[in-house]
């Protein structure tokens, strides 16, 4: 008997000791295939799993959820058919990897097959129908909810908000029975994201009133729509409220505060709130950089840049656009050439954002060659990137280019729009392309795709009949616009008549255009240029009093170019102070000479002897800029010169030859388009 029990106990303690080896093992097992998952092993995850005897349900639901996160649907719908038992929370999470995965019919299918649901099983579904936007089905789906929790008003808020259903939104946020921090913020976010930016703020108060307590997110919507109100003095109270609560360094509220500071002119503050940390987030970075983008200082945009790589910050996107916004604004192609070296290290080449904004780089400083080569790599191109290279090759008057891309775009299947059709009717204009212009403008309202005639389409046009001296069709067609004529429109045929002498109709398109702005100072200075060249300096003389009179100021004519990242600007009438600039422009005048070089006086538009009007023409901008660029860069390399006005006559004569003695390319960029000089021909083929 004792021998017996003896041996009974050795076998309780045998099993009892197998029994809890097997519970470790599984235990383990189950932790590897959380850390495989974890680390995306998704196959080695499997094969342990594949060992465990009878799994459980929630070892097969955290399979199924691995599966749906890297996008493995049909891994993770063959485990879940797979399962012998289910339980809800299986249910629930193989619907949500459906929608996660973007496959809407499966989640709605399986939805249907639920023995039971709860109510996340029907958020899921919401948020599904949200996400393929289809807003009246989840509406539908809300409204069935036998018992709905704050996320699933939530979800309904915010997909409203989504789709720009904002008065819809608002509604319902007044019903929800119970409002957390998230239904607050999405609803504030949600108003300043609509352009209602000050109600946003009026309900942040009201939130502040129902004793809510702010989170991070919060107050990076908050700040943000100060910004867009601007609400300057609400923001430095919030500002306050951000330091007290200890979220001051929180990456998304430190770059909204950056930015709301920017928006309000104010980058000096902008610089100290960014200061008050060492940050190694790119988001704080990048929101200086395009607070000092959007304030115009250019050159401070770009030395954060540079101060980003020195601190091993790497630039995204974002950052990518800012900084190749102010490249374009300074036209410093040395500088979108590095951007561009350290875009393609990140692997960003090819992104569409980036490879976008590069487009737009090279196409405003001078490079249209590149811009085609960068378009071209883009591996996804949006409808972004097919404008930005048709406007880029007409801003440089390659016309046949524009309408060759545009041949491709169609050819992809790729639906052109409005931004398009101003491109293509500008490179029309800048090439003289009078038949072509009247095609693409006739088969905008014509053709298959419709598209409304907008005041850019109608001013492209107006150019191109007044550039080809079509003068009286191009103000026929002013008259019977179907919207009202703007003052951009009348510039167009003003500027027209200038280039044709035609005193008469000059003087009605000003007229037109002083009574939709009695100081519009181009029209002022268009009209007296047509006066000027027409002899008629009595009415030179009254209109020069007028603008005294009414404090119109002309504004100054100024070009400059970009050395080792610094912006040198030259106004017309300067006399330069490097004596080196001055025998250069000495010299360049006795070889144009030797060439033939006559003055053309009648770009200057003073009543004053020739020899005055000589020397007033010889220090145009334009010349000063080439003849700083000549003394100061490699022999041999391109000079690229920007100008803020139209280039006169005289300068464009004076530069052809300047190209032709010096053997170097000179590319300008004037207020029109771009201008490449080489051997003494120009690229516009005097049409300009």
Not at 171 to 194: A, H
Not at 373 to 390: C, P
Not at 607 to 636: C, F, P
Request: some cysteine; proline content about 2%.
């Amino acid at each position: 008997m004792r021998k017996g029990a003896i041996f009974q106990i050795l076998r309780l303690r045998s099993f009892s000791y197998r029994s809890f080896s097997t519970a470790t093992e599984l235990r383990n097992r189950e932790v590897l295939i959380c850390n495989h998952l974890m680390n995306r092993r998704l196959d080695e995850a499997r094969e342990i799993f594949n060992q465990v005897p009878s799994p459980h349900v929630t070892l097969y639901t955290k399979m199924i959820s691995g599966y749906t996160r890297n996008n493995r649907l049909v891994d993770a719908l063959n485990l879940f058919d797979a399962m012998p038992v289910r339980d809800v929370i299986s249910w629930n999470s193989v619907i949500s990897g459906c929608v996660e995965c973007g496959d809407i019919d499966t989640a709605v299918k399986l939805f249907d097959e639920m023995p039971e649901r709860s109510v996340v099983s029907w958020t899921a579904m919401l948020n599904g129908f949200l996400r393929s936007g289809k807003v009246e089905q989840a509406e539908g789906l809300f409204y069935e909810m036998p018992v709905k929790d704050t996320a699933a008003w939530n979800a309904m808020v915010h997909g409203y908000l989504q789709f720009g259903k904002l008065d819809d939104a608002l509604k319902l946020f007044k019903q929800m029975p119970r409002k957390n921090v998230i239904s607050w913020t999405t609803m504030i976010c949600g108003l300043d994201q609509n352009e209602r930016s000050g109600e946003a703020l009026v309900l942040f108060k009201n939130m502040l009133s129902c004793c809510i307590k702010a989170t991070s997110r919060t107050f990076t919507c908050v700040i943000t729509a100060c910004a867009n109100a601007p609400a300057f003095h609400m923001g430095t109270q919030v500002h306050g409220f951000i330091i007290k609560l200890g979220f001051l360094y929180e990456e998304y509220v430190s770059a909204s505060l950056i930015t709301f500071y920017a928006n309000c002119k104010r980058t000096e503050d902008s610089r100290r709130v960014f200061g008050e940390k060492a940050h190694e987030q790119v988001a704080v970075w990048t929101a200086l950089l395009s607070g000092y983008s959007l304030n115009r200082k250019h050159e401070d945009a770009l030395s954060v840049f540079s101060e980003m790589l020195r601190n091993s910050i790497f630039p995204n996107q974002s950052t990518f656009a800012s900084g190749l916004n102010s490249c374009s604004a300074l036209g410093t192609l040395d500088w979108g050439k590095e951007m561009h070296g350290v875009a393609v290290k990140l692997g960003l080449g090819t992104d569409a954002f980036v490879g976008n904004s590069l487009v737009v780089m090279y196409s405003d400083c001078g490079n249209a060659n590149a811009a085609v080569m960068v378009f071209t790599d883009i591996l996804k191109k949006s409808i972004v990137s097919w404008n930005s290279i048709i406007v880029g090759c007409a801003q440089h008057g390659r016309g046949k280019w524009a309408f060759v891309i545009f041949g491709q775009m169609i050819r992809f299947n790729k639906e052109p729009d409005e931004i398009t059709f101003t491109g293509l009717l500008s490179a029309c204009s800048h090439c003289g392309f009078l038949e072509k212009g009247r095609k693409i403008f006739d088969f905008m309202s014509r053709g298959p795709n419709h598209i409304d005639r907008k005041i850019q389409h109608y001013t492209c046009m107006v150019d191109i009949l007044g550039r080809s001296g079509e003068l009286k069709e191009a103000e026929e067609l002013i008259q019977s616009m179907l919207v009202k004529p703007n003052e951009m429109v009348w510039l167009a045929l003003l500027s027209a008549c200038r280039m044709h002498s035609d005193v008469d109709r000059a003087e009605k398109a000003a007229a037109a255009i002083f009574k939709l702005d009695s100081k519009s100072s181009a029209a002022y200075v268009l009209l007296s240029n047509v006066y000027a060249s027409a002899g008629r300096w009595s009415n030179v003389s009254k209109l020069r009093i007028k603008m005294k009179q009414k404090g119109i100021m002309k504004k100054p004519g100024s070009s400059w170019v970009v050395f080792k990242g610094k912006k040198h600007e030259f106004f017309s009438g300067d006399r330069p102070e490097s004596l080196r600039i001055y025998e250069k422009l000495k010299f360049l005048k006795e070889k144009l000479k030797e060439l033939g070089y006559v003055p053309d006086y009648r770009s200057a538009l003073h009543d004053v002897e020739d020899e005055q009007k000589e020397e007033m023409l010889w220090y145009h901008s334009e010349r000063l800029a080439i003849a700083y660029a000549l003394v100061n860069t490699v022999e041999g390399s391109a000079v690229t010169v920007m100008k803020n006005l139209r280039v006169c006559e005289d300068c464009h004569a004076v530069i052809k030859l300047i190209s032709r003695v010096v053997g170097r390319e000179i590319v300008l960029r004037d207020s029109t388009r771009f201008h490449h000089f080489k051997d003494g021909i120009c690229s516009c083929g005097d049409y300009w």
